[in-house]
């Protein structure tokens, strides 16, 4: 009696994995796709409403203060972006480079969201000033995340200490030019 042989499983192909290149540039237009999509449901525009994009804003008394590609934030988002590497590099130091990277892009993706609700951005408008800051623009919000980004790289290649000395600097610099910053911001919101 001759028996058939039985048919083998076929394992399925192993998927390669992808390179980190394309892991973080995946992740990039994710975590910016999910940004874009939550400030267009907000309401706000790709660029700044009634006036021309400008690589350079620097007033804080218009009302398309944090609409355009810079500001004097930017420098604020590089200090995240620098912060946040450390931040990373202490929670997950088993994880390779872009996989941190990754992470701090997402924290500036879920910052930009937030940063952009009617709450925050009453918050940010200061009852006794002129109440000018309306939201970013999506332009501004990608911009925001490629200052943290490169914050992020710059603390990577550099010692802590110029780091720091850097991020005191920018804090020192945002808060004589416009008055805010990280702790005269943070302050000014704990004694509302």
């Excluded at 525009?45 to 203060?65: C, E, I, K, R």
Aim: glycine share 10%.
């Amino acid at each position: 009696m001759n028996r058939r042989p039985r048919p083998t499983r076929r394992q399925p192909l192993a998927r390669p994995p992808l390179s980190p290149a394309l892991t973080l540039c995946l992740g990039i237009l994710l975590v910016n796709g999910a940004v874009a999509l939550w400030l267009l449901l907000l309401g706000r525009s790709l660029l700044p409403a009634g006036v021309p994009l400008q690589w350079w804003s620097g007033s804080t008394f218009v009302d398309h203060n944090s609409q355009h590609l810079t500001d004097y934030y930017s420098a604020l988002h590089v200090i995240s972006g620098a912060g946040l590497y450390f931040a990373a590099r202490r929670v997950c130091p088993l994880w390779p480079l872009h996989k941190r990277l990754l992470m701090v892009i997402a924290c500036s993706g879920v910052w930009e969201v937030v940063e952009n609700t009617p709450w925050i951005i009453a918050l940010f408008n200061d009852p006794g000033g002129p109440g000018v800051y309306r939201g970013d623009s999506i332009v501004n919000a990608f911009s925001d995340t490629a200052f943290v980004a490169l914050g992020f790289i710059v603390a990577h290649h550099m010692p802590r200490w110029f780091i720091i000395g850097a991020g005191l600097m920018a804090e020192i610099g945002v808060a004589v030019v416009i008055h805010d910053g990280f702790v005269l911001g943070t302050a000014r919101i704990i004694l509302r």
